[in-house]
């Protein structure tokens, strides 16, 4: 131990490359486009000012959800300066990474002071060494949850010393950082309850101080929607589309539901803390168990409220317990995601847990050291560490490999979630792909194994959520443009048309499969439909005209084009 604290900060920059540095030579993953690879971030610091005014992801009709400047800003200076490079991207989350576990060491010594520093070590290491983290630093679009826990744990730094030192630069300094990590993602909203929490119970505050605490929570609150507001169109602005097989709760809002779910969620991160394995990029209805008070997740979680309640009513009187602040930091950064208050896309996710495992890290660590120091060996001690942390590096860097790219991801996660409506659906989609990509180097027989096997896939997201519309929409997609059986293809267009909003791509494609048939007039009757949905569309226009002309109709092109 005394060997860990010695050489604490050189071992918290070198153990990131130990365990991440593999990723380096991944590519681009899951949600990659939303921030770099095809993002405006690309055209580096150029792209500020649109960065600043526009969301964080968009529709194809241009209305926008959720808004994180910040780590798009990052993109934009690093690709100002090294150009796009996912390898880069890759090793610039390490050294962020990094970063986290030199705060995370810094704040802890804040709040539990040098008396306890064996327990700060051991924590922050066992944090350091957690495989729940992959999908944070191995995922470039999860770069923002790095960002947001840098700027949340900085913010309190200051807050902290700026009050007790009353330092007025150190306040406004931590509000405005606590602003930046708000601009990264709304995880810091965890962190305006927790901090707060443990300012109150840590320090005898005068009034005036627990005042100047809450003005702190309005003016950040108030000066992070004033920037919201003033660089975005409100018009533009949409919430993020919701889906039934992304989480039930979407569609069924039941008190009850929520009940059930949300011991369901608990229990799923207490779990995977304690049983690392199996991990997934995406969970959603059916990959995990809902809805049931006796399914394992359910049973952990309730087990989880159950002593998380007993250990605060136990220790609230000794507010500077590892118990305490540990339980502290994992209910409230957890409850944001338990899918309670508002519904989680997807249920669960690793990513949600990474605040949260500094909590399961202070727990597991006191009870190392109660264990240790009941046995009295050093031996024991260091032989049951390295054990431990040899077995979550393993696990780390062979997860390491799956986020090589979206192909190896989805492909590894389909067989730990396999009724993952949306694994199934990107499982099917990369297949596609990979066939109108490559048609020409492609044997028939290569064409109908993929084309079967992505069609299977579907098939099973289907038999899931049946009212998905792109699930119909793809599997008519490949009957149309692979198999070659345009009935089957209206088929599969006519039912997503019953559940999707999009209207105009579905109509076309019907029309164009009655069109393969020489069925002129049915052919006819849905690209007039197309054409009232979208007359401006200049493709539409230039396609018809040679649909037409081919079948020498060129008088029906002019009675829909005047």
């Given amino acids: 131990m005394q060997f860990l604290i010695k050489y604490k900060y050189y071992l918290l920059f070198i153990i990131p490359f130990i365990l991440y540095g593999n990723t380096i030579k991944n590519?681009?993953?899951?949600?990659?486009?939303?921030?770099?690879?095809?993002?405006?971030?690309?055209?580096?610091?150029?792209?500020?000012?649109?960065?600043f005014t526009s969301y964080y992801a968009t529709y194809e009709d241009g209305r926008g959800f959720e808004y994180r400047p910040i780590v798009k800003l990052s993109y934009a200076i690093e690709h100002q300066f090294f150009g796009v490079n996912p390898h880069i991207s890759h090793f610039i989350n390490i050294i962020l990474y990094a970063i986290c576990l030199i705060i995370l060491f810094k704040v802890l010594i804040l709040i539990f002071t040098e008396n306890k520093i064996q327990l700060i070590i051991l924590t922050v290491f066992i944090f350091a060494f957690l495989p729940i983290?992959?999908?944070?630093?191995?995922?470039?679009?999860?770069?923002?949850?790095?960002?947001?826990?840098?700027?949340?744990?900085?913010?309190?730094?200051?807050?902290?010393?700026?009050?007790?030192?009353?330092?007025?630069?150190?306040?406004?300094?931590?509000?405005?950082?606590?602003?930046?990590?708000?601009?990264?993602?709304?995880?810091?909203?965890?962190?305006?309850?927790?901090?707060?929490?443990?300012?109150?119970?840590?320090?005898?505050?005068?009034?005036?101080?627990?005042?100047?605490?809450?003005?702190?929570?309005?003016?950040?609150?108030?000066?992070?929607?004033?920037?919201?507001?003033?660089?975005?169109?409100?018009?533009?602005?949409?919430?993020?589309?919701?889906?039934?097989?992304?989480?039930?709760?979407?569609?069924?809002?039941?008190?009850?539901?929520?009940?059930l779910e949300s011991f369901t969620s608990l229990?799923?991160?207490?779990?995977?803390?304690?049983?690392?394995?199996?991990?997934?990029?995406?969970?959603?209805?059916?990959?995990?168990?809902?809805?049931?008070?006796?399914?394992?997740y359910s049973i952990f979680g309730i087990l989880t409220l159950t002593l998380s309640i007993i250990g605060i009513y136990k220790y609230y009187k000794n507010p500077n317990h590892p118990i305490f602040i540990g339980i502290l930091f994992y209910i409230v950064t957890i409850s944001m995601f338990l899918n309670f208050a508002k519904p989680v896309p997807g249920i669960v996710g690793e990513r949600f847990a990474f605040f949260a495992s500094?909590?399961?890290?202070?727990?597991?660590?006191?009870?190392?050291?109660k264990t240790f120091d009941y046995f009295k060996n050093k031996n024991l001690q260091i032989t049951a560490i390295l054990l431990l942390l040899i077995l979550f590096s393993t696990l780390i860097i062979k997860r390491n490999k799956d986020w090589n790219s979206?192909?190896?991801?989805?492909?590894?996660?389909?067989?730990?979630?396999?009724?993952?409506?949306?694994?199934?659906?990107?499982?099917?989609?990369?297949?596609?792909?990979?066939?109108?990509?490559?048609?020409?180097?492609?044997?028939?027989?290569?064409?109908?194994?993929?084309?079967?096997?992505?069609?299977?896939?579907?098939?099973?997201?289907?038999?899931?959520?049946?009212?998905?519309?792109?699930?119909?929409?793809?599997?008519g997609f490949i009957s149309m443009s692979i198999d070659n059986n345009p009935n089957e293809a209206i088929n599969w267009f006519k039912k997503s048309l019953k559940?999707?909003?999009?209207?105009?791509?579905?109509?076309?494609?019907?029309?164009?499969?009655?069109?393969?048939?020489?069925?002129?007039?049915?052919?006819?009757?849905?690209?007039?439909?197309?054409?009232?949905?979208?007359?401006?569309?200049?493709?539409?226009?230039?396609?018809?005209?040679k649909y037409y002309k081919s079948k020498n109709q060129e008088k029906k092109y002019h009675s829909i084009y005047p």
């Fill in 133 to 259: 983290h992959v999908e944070v630093v191995a995922s470039l679009k999860n770069r923002d949850i790095l960002l947001c826990f840098i700027f949340s744990f900085l913010a309190f730094y200051n807050l902290h010393k700026g009050i007790n030192l009353k330092n007025k630069l150190k306040i406004i300094l931590g509000i405005i950082l606590i602003i930046t990590a708000l601009l990264s993602k709304l995880d810091a909203l965890t962190t305006l309850a927790l901090f707060p929490i443990i300012l109150f119970y840590k320090n005898k505050y005068t009034t005036k101080q627990n005042l100047t605490i809450l003005i702190s929570i309005f003016v950040i609150f108030i000066t992070y929607k004033l920037i919201q507001s003033s660089m975005l169109s409100n018009e533009l602005l949409s919430k993020r589309n919701s889906y039934f097989f992304e989480n039930p709760l979407f569609t069924n809002k039941s008190l009850l539901l929520r009940v």
């Fill in 267 to 296: 229990g799923f991160y207490t779990k995977t803390f304690l049983y690392p394995f199996h991990f997934s990029c995406y969970y959603g209805m059916d990959a995990i168990p809902s809805f049931s008070f006796f399914s394992t």
């Fill in 406 to 475: 979206e192909k190896s991801l989805f492909e590894a996660d389909i067989i730990t979630n396999p009724n993952s409506v949306k694994l199934n659906i990107l499982c099917a989609n990369i297949l596609i792909s990979e066939v109108m990509k490559n048609a020409n180097n492609l044997s028939p027989s290569q064409v109908a194994i993929k084309s079967s096997l992505a069609k299977n896939y579907l098939l099973k997201a289907h038999s899931i959520d049946p009212n998905y519309y792109k699930i119909s929409n793809n599997l």
């Fill in 499 to 545: 559940t999707s909003a999009s209207k105009y791509e579905l109509t076309l494609n019907i029309g164009l499969c009655f069109a393969k048939q020489n069925l002129l007039d049915s052919a006819d009757k849905y690209f007039i439909k197309a054409y009232s949905i979208d007359p401006k569309n200049q493709k539409l226009k230039s396609d018809l005209y």
């Fill in 27 to 51: 590519g681009y993953s899951l949600d990659d486009n939303y921030v770099t690879n095809k993002c405006i971030t690309t055209k580096g610091l150029s792209s500020t000012s649109k960065i």
């Fill in 358 to 369: 500094i909590g399961f890290s202070i727990i597991l660590s006191y009870f190392l050291l």
